[in-house]
């Protein structure tokens, strides 16, 4: 059976779709690995119009799920969504929705479980790696500093 490079192309993305939602850029990308090079934008069109591409509700569910209580930092969580494809600004507006101006009230859970309950008795080195473990999970200096009632460099901040 002789199918055309766009029948199989569909196909393939249909295949790639079952198995989890993507970006279009992401689908563009697996078209492309895939040697479908050719076909790939005429593909991430039809699956947009079908509407199993969509890039704005792609964003808000990995938002709500990279930003959900005890995981990431807002700034870690746009990262992420830009890395798949995602414009930043519509990254950003994804997050903030997702987080819901709590960043504060989440950031202090997951200091609170990394220290046991005992966020007030740690010295200042335990501190001072629990700040470091904040920022890299993504949030700012400044929601670091009101949570730990430390100082943080927030220079990267502004």
Not at 88 to 98: L, S
Request: charged share 35%.
């Amino acid at each position: 059976m002789n199918e055309s490079p766009q029948s199989r192309a569909r196909a393939r993305a249909l295949r790639i779709l079952a198995a989890r939602p993507r970006t279009e850029a992401q689908m563009r990308e697996r078209l492309v690995r895939a040697g479908f090079a050719d076909e790939a934008d005429g593909v991430v069109a039809w699956l947009r119009e079908l509407r199993y591409l969509d890039d704005a509700a792609f964003a808000r569910d990995r938002a709500a799920s990279l930003t959900a209580v005890g995981r990431l930092g807002p700034r870690l969580a746009e990262r992420r969504l830009v890395a798949a494809g995602i414009a930043p600004e519509d990254a950003r507006r994804a997050v903030r929705e997702a987080i819901g101006g709590d960043e504060i009230a989440r950031c202090r859970t997951i200091a609170q479980r990394r220290a046991r309950g005992e966020l007030g008795k740690l010295d200042p080195r335990e501190m001072a790696r629990l700040s470091r473990f904040l920022l890299g999970r993504g949030f700012s200096g400044q929601t670091v500093s009101a949570v730990l009632r430390v100082y943080v460099d927030d220079a990267e901040d502004r």
